[in-house]
């Protein structure tokens, strides 16, 4: 992963994002080449905190998000200036929330791998959110 960015507001926040895909493949009449098969799309953006900046920074098909995965585009951001403040994410990837903490100590942030005096707040995506308490109270 190679990011390299010039900002003049350097405070973000990562955002994931995890979509099915319809696992079908398709053909390329010009380059004479098949795409696809694919099940899922691994997507991270970057996006600005006090600003309507956003950014793809991260893209991989069939890849699950892994605290190594996550460290490696904080730390590459970091490096190209842009200071992560938070993360946005589903709550259906168990193992990502079991790695951060979230599940075992119920921390609400983790230390930035590339400074650990500042943390880096974890935030639910509000839709699945919701769903995981309405599926609770049931």
């Given at each position: 992963?190679?990011?390299?960015?010039?900002?003049?507001?350097?405070?973000?926040?990562?955002?994931?994002?995890?979509?099915?895909?319809?696992?079908t493949f398709e053909y390329d009449y010009v380059n004479k080449q098949v795409y696809g098969g694919y099940k899922k799309l691994q997507c991270v953006m970057v996006r600005g905190l006090f600003g309507s900046?956003?950014?793809?920074?991260?893209?991989?098909?069939?890849?699950?998000?892994?605290?190594?995965?996550?460290?490696?585009?904080?730390?590459?951001?970091?490096?190209?200036?842009?200071?992560?403040?938070g993360l946005s994410f589903d709550c259906g990837n168990h193992t990502l929330l079991q790695q951060l903490g979230v599940l075992v100590e119920l921390a609400y942030?983790?230390?930035?791998?590339?400074?650990?005096s500042r943390k880096i707040y974890l935030f639910p995506d509000v839709p699945h959110l919701h769903l995981g308490m309405l599926c609770e109270v049931r």
């Open positions: 992963i190679t990011i390299s960015y010039k900002l003049s507001r350097r405070n973000f926040k990562v955002k994931k994002v995890y979509k099915d895909l319809k696992k900046w956003k950014q793809l920074v991260y893209f991989n098909f069939d890849t699950n998000m892994t605290k190594d995965l996550i460290t490696e585009i904080i730390l590459q951001c970091e490096q190209a200036g842009i200071k992560i403040r942030f983790f230390p930035n791998p590339a400074d650990p």
